[in-house]
């Protein structure tokens, strides 16, 4: 087969081009197509959808064990995706796929995550995209299951042709492959962070503050992706960044905004 | 009237805390209640909803012509908003609002702005929270308009018990505020940015990229944020960050993807 036959499929990820994740990714989605991996050249947990626009990137060609594993870029996912579809890449991709993340991207931290950040930007482009998170932030956790459900769901997409594109957030119990219990389909769950500060002194007697906020899984409906994971399964969300919402029209009248503008800047 | 029975509002921005955006939120709210500023202290546009796990923060107060203005956090305006609200503030604000941002912020740009971002992270503390941008990204633009709206938007959101809270999203177009035709209450446009990357050569030969992208105004009905904008409108768009979807079961079978899945890991 002509290589550019095959689908092309782009890689990316937050936890940075050298975390094993992605190497894991790698591994499923190779089977399927041409894979192209650009990825941050550094950690960028928590990045959301931030884009650099004040600062030029670069981007390297990286190798592993001598031979080219990708191009890393010293920006954002949400930067790599960018210039991988607008620059450097020969045609558009047909699968965005961005993990698999080290920690749980489930519930409010679909916002944050730079993981979910990377594919939604396919999405944006109008391409299937699949986030991936592990349920523990060890490294060296067992991603095996992670890597055959992701192969499994790729394939899939890859042979749909749904006119709405989605993107499909999916989070990995911390389990054996073969220990997980399957996969749901979920909605994003109530957890919440509770936001803490600790306050302490640098050696020069300054005042600093870290980031110190637990997240509290509220909610343990078992439609919802926290429970899933919690409870032994795969999760799979179909997530958007749509945004809008009319809840405001039912207690905001626009003619009296009207009517008060009007009259406010007369009087000025 | 005890200051800390009146309202309090919080004042974050995303072009910094010495931008005259945000001194303008400042004299349009005073009058409202008690306001305090916790804002970035420099530029952190397009920044989205990054949050710094990653680093110390440093909350320094800072002054203008001698009084103190705020307090300035070499973070991003999620930062601002959670150490403010979890540990800056001696209670919950009942308000968050957020600019006024130099430069529209109108369609998928909800997802990319800081200045959106703020206010989203008020809504998710559960506080009525608005963002508010006007459409010239000159700093020396005429903020007249933007200054009177947001006092009148705002004191209808300090009147109104809302069980749901709201974020509105709020774009004023670069007119005289005697000029502006009014206020639209809109849903986002579907105008999009043609992503562009220059690639430049730095003095030592190698090669990097900026940037370049077009915004482009894609969306003519005049129920949209940008329509509404360019006629010569205030927009006022509500949105949230809910990001469930579920147009994934239309054409994935939870059955097949968990028999897919056994058969793989018993395979290998």
Redesign the interface.
Known sequence: MKKNNQPLILITNDDGINSPGIESLKNALTPLGEVVIVAPES?K??????????K????IPYKKNGNLFGYSVNGTP??CV??A???LLDRKPDLVVSGINHGRNTS?N???SGTV?GA?EGL?AGINSIAVSHASHNIESNL??AE??T???AR?LLN?S?K?K???NVNVPDLP??K?K????T??SSS?WA???E??Q?PFG??????A?EFITADNTPDTDDSAVNDGY?S?????????????????E?ES??H???D???R?
Chains 1, 2 share one sequence.
Do not use: C
């Open positions: 950690q947990s928590a990045v959301s959808s931030a884009l650099t626009i004040n030029p990137l670069r981007v949400v930067d960018k210039i579809i607008s620059t409010i679909v916002l944050y950040a939604a944006i095996d299951g055959i459900f192969h499994i769901l899939k749909v749904n709405q989605v993107l499909l492959s073969m997980i399957g996969v749901r389909l909605k994003l919440r936001d803490k500060y306050k302490r640098d300054n005042e600093y503050f870290w980031f906020g795969i799979v969300s179909s997530v958007n960044f749509n945004m809008y919402d009319d809840s405001f029209n039912d207690f905001v626009l905004l009207n008060e503008y009007e406010k800047y007369r000025n």
